[in-house]
């Protein structure tokens, strides 16, 4: 492979990264005009999403090859449950959000469909494609929060979330994640990277989905 999977998917999805960058959310995000009950709700379900991708990750390093490859994914799922967490913590307490809330939230159908395919992804598909699967959250997080970042309102009441996902430190998790996975990419078949491929794509889509349903506020549309 002359360029990297990681290069390669970045490259593929451009254009959805973008789209992404402009969904509202973000948008409203950035200048900091964003409703305080939009964002209440996001939170809630990336709370849903990150204890569940958190779970993903610690599959990743339990059918690891290598020790390298194991400490890595055990630590970033380490990050996504207490470090990622404790900044939900603190916008809980700065937008009202109660325990009671969160505990007897559901998650919405976007974050469901989301979360229970990376866990396919591992469980039915393997190392490789769950690997790449875990991958667009990494960087799709990291390059929203540094172009918001560029572009921000001073005193952004969303300032801390912006800062968590420009941060340097978050990056060189991604570009490590990304790196793990190029290794994967590399020694894989063909046929292998195809899939890998087709399981970067869609949870790039899923990122799409997830941030424009927050905004929405979208649930269940039936109840039982």
Known sequence: MTESFSARMRAETANLLERILNLPFNRELADGSLEPARFQNYVIQDAIYLLEYGRVLARIAAVAPDPDTIALFAKSAEGAILVERALHASYFEQFGITKEQVAAA?????????????QASVARDGLEVGAAAILPC??????????????TVPDNPYAAWIDNYSDQT??????????????????ASEAMRARMRRAYHRCAQ?????????YRMAGWPVRV
Do not use: H, K, Q
């Open 206 to 214: 899923y990122e799409w989905m997830f941030w424009d349903s927050a």
């Open 106 to 118: 559901e998650p919405s159908p976007t974050c469901l469909a989301y979360t229970d395919f990376l």
């Open 170 to 187: 978050f990056g060189d998790a991604v570009l490590a994640a990304e790196a793990a996975v190029d290794r994967m990419a590399e020694a």
């Open 138 to 151: 990494f960087r799709i997080y990291w390059d929203v929060g540094r172009r918001i970042a560029a572009v």
